[in-house]
C-alpha cells in the first residue's frame, strides 16, 4: 500500500506545519485559496511596519497550525472529535479567510458594496463544495454555526479563536511589535469543552487576560496606528473618487482588470459568476490601477493616487473628543486654497471620522472559565479579574485627515 501523501512547511512563526489529508491538499491547491498570496494579511501597515508585508495564505495556514494542536489537546482530554469532525474544521479554519478581497479590511465595504467578508467566504466556500463534491459539506455546517457541537464553530470565530491567536502572532512577529506577542501554547493547552462550549480552564485564567490585553494594543498601536489608518483611508477615498467620476470617464478610468467591473458595473447581489470574478482580484490590482489614474485628468484622482504611490499621505490627528466645527471648516478652506478644489472635492483631501475598539465583547460569545468544582464564570466576573467591565464598553477615538 502507498504511502499517503505528505508535505512539512517551513512556517517562521511555529516552525513546521504538516498537511497529510487530501481535502487539504485539494483547498491548499485550488485557484481561490492561491489567490490569498496576493493579498496582505495587514493592509498599509507595512507603511510603518516595513516587514508586515506577511500575506492571508500565511495567517490561514498559521490558523491550521494552531487548529492542528487544539484538536489533539482535546482529545488528551477524552473530548470526542471524530476524524470528519477533525478535517472539517481544519478545512473550515483554512477556508475562514477566503472572501477577503484587496486589501482586506481596508477596502472590505468599497470594492464591493453591501457584501462582508464572511459573507463572501461562505459563497466561496458553497461554491467549492459544488466542485468537491459536497467534500465541504460539514466544514460549512461548522462555520455557519449550524452543527450541534458549537465549540467547533467557537475555535474557528470566538473571543479565544484559534483565528485571533494566530494573527495576534504573526502580525507582531513580523511587524517586530513585542506587544502582541502572547502565550498561545499555554492557551491552547488550557482550552477545554464543558456541555458542549468552549471554555477555558481556571489556571488560563492569567495567559486570556494576557490575550485580550494584548490584541488592545496592538488594535492601537499597530492596526489603528494614525499613519496606518491615513493610508487606508487615503486608499478608500481613492475608490470613492473613482465611483463619483466613474460615469463621466469610464473609458480613461479602466484598468484591464476585475476592478473596472466591480467599481462600474456590479450592482448585487452575488452569484456563481460574480464570486469567479471577484476571486480574480487582489492586491495587484488595485495597486495597478492607482499607478495608471496617478496620471489621470481628474485633479483630485491624480493627486491622491500620486501621494499614495509616495507615501506622502494625509496628516492626521487622533483626540479623545470629537473635533469642532469650525476648526474642520477652516481646514477645508486651508485644503481648498491650497490645491485649487471646490468644496465637493475638498471633501477627499480633508474629513474627520471615529475609530474604535473594543477590549472584551461581553455582548458577544463570552470567554468563560471553568473551575475544578464545575462552576462556570465569565472573563469579567473572576475574582480580581483585571478584564472589567470597563473594559466591555467601546473606546472612541476621533480623527482628522488632512492633505497638507
Request: proline letters at 2%; aromatic letters at 10%.
Amino acid at each position: 500500500m502507498a504511502n499517503p501523501k505528505r508535505k512539512i512547511i517551513n512556517d517562521p512563526v511555529y516552525g513546521f506545519i504538516t498537511i497529510s489529508h487530501p481535502l487539504i491538499f485539494s483547498i491548499i491547491g485550488h485557484p481561490f485559496y492561491q489567490r490569498l498570496r496576493r493579498i496582505q494579511q495587514m493592509a498599509m501597515a507595512q507603511l510603518v511596519y516595513p516587514g508586515a508585508v506577511h500575506t492571508r495564505l500565511h495567517h490561514s495556514l498559521g490558523a491550521y497550525h494552531l487548529m492542528c494542536n487544539v484538536v489533539n489537546e482535546l482529545r488528551s482530554k477524552e473530548i470526542e472529535i471524530t476524524k470528519d469532525e477533525e478535517i472539517a474544521v481544519k478545512a473550515a479554519i483554512l477556508l475562514h479567510d477566503i472572501g477577503h478581497g484587496p486589501f482586506s479590511h481596508a477596502l472590505e465595504h468599497e470594492l464591493v458594496l453591501g457584501v462582508h467578508h464572511e459573507d463572501l467566504s461562505l459563497q466561496i466556500m458553497q461554491l467549492m463544495n459544488n466542485e468537491l463534491n459536497g467534500q465541504l459539506s460539514l466544514a460549512i455546517d461548522i462555520f455557519t454555526n449550524q452543527y450541534h457541537k458549537p465549540f467547533l464553530h467557537q475555535l474557528i470565530s470566538g473571543q479565544l479563536d484559534v483565528d485571533r491567536m494566530d494573527y495576534l502572532s504573526r502580525d507582531s512577529f513580523f511587524s517586530g511589535v513585542s506587544e502582541g506577542v502572547i502565550g498561545y501554547d499555554r492557551i491552547l493547552k488550557m482550552l477545554t469543552v464543558h456541555q458542549g462550549q468552549l471554555m477555558i480552564e481556571e489556571k488560563g485564567i492569567y495567559s486570556v487576560e494576557k490575550f485580550l490585553v494584548a490584541r488592545r494594543q496592538m488594535y492601537w498601536q499597530v492596526y489603528l496606528h494614525k499613519t496606518v489608518l491615513s493610508a487606508e483611508k487615503m486608499l478608500v477615498k481613492i475608490i470613492q473618487r473613482v465611483r463619483s467620476i466613474y460615469n463621466d470617464h469610464r473609458n480613461s478610468l479602466a484598468t484591464g482588470s476585475q476592478v473596472d467591473f466591480f467599481l462600474g458595473e456590479f450592482n448585487g447581489p452575488m452569484n456563481a459568476e460574480t464570486i469567479k470574478r471577484f476571486c480574480l482580484m487582489d492586491d495587484f490590482d488595485v495597486i495597478s490601477a492607482i499607478k495608471k489614474w496617478s496620471t489621470h485628468s481628474d485633479k483630485v484622482l491624480s493627486l491622491l493616487c500620486m501621494r499614495m504611490l509616495n507615501r506622502n499621505i494625509y496628516k492626521t490627528s487622533i483626540q479623545a473628543t470629537p473635533f469642532e466645527g469650525s476648526f474642520v471648516e477652516a481646514k477645508k478652506q486651508q485644503v481648498m486654497q491650497q490645491f485649487g478644489v471646490n468644496e465637493e472635492e475638498a471633501n477627499f483631501l480633508c474629513f474627520t471620522g471615529i475609530a474604535t475598539n473594543t477590549t472584551y465583547q461581553s455582548k458577544e460569545e463570552k470567554i468563560n472559565i471553568l473551575y475544578k468544582d464545575g462552576t462556570v464564570k465569565d472573563i469579567t466576573e473572576v475574582d480580581n479579574s483585571m478584564i472589567q467591565q470597563n473594559l466591555s464598553s467601546q473606546i472612541k477615538k476621533f480623527y482628522i485627515c488632512l492633505l497638507t
